[in-house]
């Protein structure tokens, strides 16, 4: 027989039942219903279930059925109208567990043919001689009977003994059937410690775009919760709250493929199993956000190294020891590092508790599928994942509900995690200030090497400007210079013309120049057509000469003034001694 796909809703004073049964005979099929217990059978298909509120044969039942879709729709009235089923998504819980049912006399004796069966088959193989042979080893009383637990409520061991080289790559931990749990978190605390890199988180602590783009992402369970604080402010029923998350049909196929059973578990235990929870779920809601959504190949790997209830097979005493532990793996193992991706994974698990056992399912049947398809990772569905998804569509609300508020009332800091964190952040400040301060020294060097040369250019331009201005004012000497020298080239003959005129071995000579030894500067004293005329030249001449030159007297010579005088017949006499 075959178990169907099924779903159940309800209203209020109806229980939905849709069944999938493609392929099915639909002309010869069975529905009976009564109290608690539904029963539907058409061949190959057979689905009973025990259904979390009671029901009612009385005329008003309905079933119709969808040849396209194969699917047969049964509406049932509840016995007590406007009464809310819960936990109608619980698809393993619904279903009735099988009992054993047999005609055997209760006491009889076990395996007497099977023993005489195997016997036989041990007398016809051959014995092998040559068999390898190992030295005699002292086997310890605790190797003989292992008391060291885990699994899912501590309720497994022995298990690596046949499974180490499969299970070597999951877990952290050596030998687990032979570590106490004392001994399980000293191993875990040493490992942490070596394993945490100052400058990987520095790293991330200075250059964060990329976490607060992680940060900024928003899970899915963001908006259901959103969803559920703003129902609670309409109304105060917590059941309804159920209806916010649903399972696609891959989950529900996950939830058929799960056997029903029952756990006995001692208070202890039962603690143990509720921490671990909270401890998966904290790694979950990391991996979710920093993947953000999309699983991909390490996946696997940071849900399990992050929870050591996975990796280090760790149990706790109480609620704070787990987020200190988380935070402390979170700083030291993945990618992104940093203590404020810690916080708000912290508050996304709180969202998850209060959103009740339906959210939590859904994220434990995404692990239990990251984990089926790695390799090595799928024991730890064996051991741990595959049992919360069962126990925790029978756990009670208010026991998740009573967690969230026990999660939310723990405060973590950075000195509690014991890495030395705010000492590590002072540190890198000075440093950082110290950097700060040499570059600013650095520019203000520049600046001023930078500031000489300007001068010097300046000075260069000055003295250009005061070469070029001596270079001018010499050009303007030269010019001036050479205008005199022209000056005197040109007074000099008429000076010594002027002086030859009027001593020469005594006698005077006429010339026809001009003369400017009077001042003038090189006026002309009298034109030749002037001095023309009824007047001879040499009369005008000895006119002017008689007014401008004088001759002094020779050191020496007799008393008695040289002086010329002019006759009335216009001839220069000159005194005899």
Not at 236 to 260: I, T
Not at 324 to 332: D, M, P, T
């Amino acid at each position: 027989m075959l178990t169907p796909a099924f779903d159940l809703s309800q209203d209020p004073d109806f229980l939905i039942v849709a069944i999938r049964v493609p392929y099915a005979r639909v002309s010869e099929f069975d529905v009976y219903f009564e109290g608690v217990d539904f029963k539907f059978y058409a061949k190959p298909y057979f689905l009973r279930l025990n259904l979390p509120g009671r029901i009612v044969e009385n005329g008003s039942e309905q079933g119709s059925y969808d040849a396209d879709k194969g699917i047969f729709t049964i509406r049932l009235p509840k016995e007590t109208p406007g009464q809310h089923f819960e936990g109608l998504n619980m698809l393993t819980a619904l279903l009735a567990p099988r009992k054993s049912r047999t005609a055997k006399p209760l006491v009889e004796e076990i395996g007497a043919s099977e023993v005489s069966e195997e016997g036989a088959e041990d007398d016809d193989e051959e014995f092998d001689w040559q068999i390898e042979q190992s030295p005699y080893e002292e086997v310890s009383e605790s190797a003989l009977n292992p008391q060291c637990f885990y699994g899912f409520g501590n309720l497994r061991s022995g298990v690596f003994q046949r499974l180490q080289d499969e299970l070597s790559e999951v877990i952290d931990i050596k030998d687990p059937d032979f570590t106490c749990a004392a001994e399980r978190r000293q191993k875990r605390l040493a490992a942490e410690l070596a394993k945490f890199d100052p400058d990987h988180y520095l790293a991330d602590f200075f250059e964060d775009e990329a976490v607060e783009r992680v940060l900024k992402y928003n899970p899915w369970w963001t908006d259901k919760y959103s969803k559920m604080m703003a129902n609670l402010g309409k109304s105060q029923e917590q059941d309804n709250l159920a209806a916010l998350v649903s399972f696609s049909e891959e989950e529900k196929y996950q939830l058929r493929k799960f056997v029903n059973k029952s756990y006995l578990l001692d208070k202890k235990a039962h603690c143990q199993v509720y921490y671990g929870l909270i401890d998966i779920l904290l790694a979950y809601c990391y991996e979710t956000r920093v993947s953000e959504g999309e699983q991909n190949v390490e996946s696997a790997w940071n849900i399990r190294k992050l929870s050591p209830t996975l990796c280090w097979f760790e149990t706790w005493t109480n609620v704070h020891e787990i987020l200190v532990s988380f935070g402390r793996r979170v700083l030291s193992y993945p990618l992104y590092r940093h203590f404020k991706l810690v916080m708000k994974v912290y508050r996304d698990t709180i969202k998850i508790l209060q959103l009740g056992k339906s959210a939590v399912l859904k994220c434990l049947l995404d692990i239990h599928k990251i984990f089926q398809e790695n390799d090595p990772a799928y024991i730890l569905n064996d051991l741990y994942i595959s049992d919360y998804c069962v126990w925790i569509q029978k756990a009670k609300s208010k026991k998740l509900a009573a967690l969230a508020e026990a999660l939310k009332k723990v405060s973590l800091t950075k000195a509690q995690l014991g890495l030395e964190l705010e000492e590590l952040e002072a540190a890198a400040f000075l440093v950082q200030e110290e950097e700060n301060a040499l570059n600013a020294a650095h520019a203000v060097c520049r600046q001023q090497t930078a500031h000489p040369s300007s001068e010097a250019s300046d000075l260069e331009d000055s003295d250009s400007t005061s070469s070029s201005e001596a270079q001018a004012s010499d050009s303007e000497d030269e010019l001036q210079d050479s205008e005199s020298e022209a000056a005197n080239s040109l007074q000099g003959p008429l000076v010594e013309e002027c002086h030859t005129l009027l001593i020469d071995d005594g006698g005077v000579h006429s010339h026809p120049a001009m003369l400017t030894c009077d001042g003038s500067q090189g006026r002309p004293l009298a034109s030749s057509p002037a001095l023309g005329g009824s007047r001879p030249l040499i009369e005008e001449l000895g006119e002017q000469l008689r007014t401008t030159v004088q001759v002094s007297k020779p050191e020496g010579s007799a008393s008695g003034n040289h002086s010329t005088t002019q006759d009335r017949d216009g001839q220069l006499q000159t005194p005899s001694n």
